[in-house]
């Protein structure tokens, strides 16, 4: 039996090939998902008229950061930011996997534990809009508006928006398979 040395490095080529298909195929998914999450949260920032939109993506178990912004200033960013692990429990996950829809007009004047407060004072936060976005393996995200100049009114119309927002981003192919 002879071996011919040809034969092996074809098939070390299309292994070569083949992984490098599959790594082209998720960079393109990973780009298309980028432009239509940058694309979703600057067209609410402008529509809703607030400071910031964000994309707070989850990771693991109920931890997750800031991985999208649009924003009015740049002294707005907080891209890359965590939550509080002590605020963000499985109580507040089960309400958002179960669609809750959270509208804050003033956080000085709303009931909330202190913990969530102060968070969110520190990231300039006046009022917030907080939608879920559900995928079929759970929660993959958060849609948040914020606006940090002073209170918010945010009309039935304001959470409509952001619901279809989240709900693109829910069914967009690129995401269900990242």
Known sequence: MQIHPHSESNQSHNRREQGLEKLLSRLVRRIRRDELVRETTNQLREMLQVDRVVLYYFYGQWEGQVTFESLSSEEFSILGS?????????????LYLAGRVKAIADIELESMESCHRDFLRSLQVRANLVVPIVIPRGLWGLLIAHHCQGPHNWSQSNMEMMQTAAQTLATDRNILES
Do not use: L, V
Request: glycine share 8%; charged share 30%; hydrophobic share 25%.
């Open 82 to 94: 965590t939550g509080p692990d002590d605020c963000f429990n499985d109580e507040y996950a089960a």
